[in-house]
Nanobody
Framework: QVQLVESGGGLVQPGGSLRLSCAAS????????LGWYRQASGKQRELVAT???????IYADSVKGRFTISRDNTKNTMYLQMNNLKAEDTAVYYC?????????WGKGTLVTVSS
């Protein structure tokens, strides 16, 4: 059974940092494009960042220069380092693995940026 499990969310003050992790089981993550998405209350889910099998990255304009996506295929894990967090980054963050004609989603982890 395939599982993607996010962790690392929580409450942080504006300007602070968090590191999210997404641990995959049941798949070999190196075979997939991995991505982070987020959904704020009352809004549609949006792309935050993706990383290809070869390590190429794409970021949403709103997080460029502040967030860094990375992957460790030896650990079947993906990360999102989030710096200089803003109130508008508050959302549930989801990880996604796509490829081989299939898309898998995690259940999400809540990030709240507030003073």
């Amino acid at each position: 059974q395939v599982q993607l499990v996010e962790s690392g969310g929580g409450l942080v003050q504006p300007g602070g940092s968090l590191r999210l992790s997404c641990a995959a089981s049941g798949i070999t993550s190196s075979n997939y494009v991995l991505g982070w998405y987020r959904q704020a209350s009352g809004k549609q889910r949006e792309l935050v960042a993706t990383i290809t099998r070869g390590g190429g990255t794409i970021y949403a304009d709103s997080v460029k220069g502040r967030f860094t996506i990375s992957r460790d295929n030896t650990k079947n894990t993906m990360y999102l380092q989030m710096n200089n967090l803003k109130a508008e980054d508050t959302a549930v963050y989801y990880c996604q693995a796509g490829g081989l004609g299939t898309v898998y989603w995690g259940k999400g982890t809540l990030v709240t940026v507030s003073s």
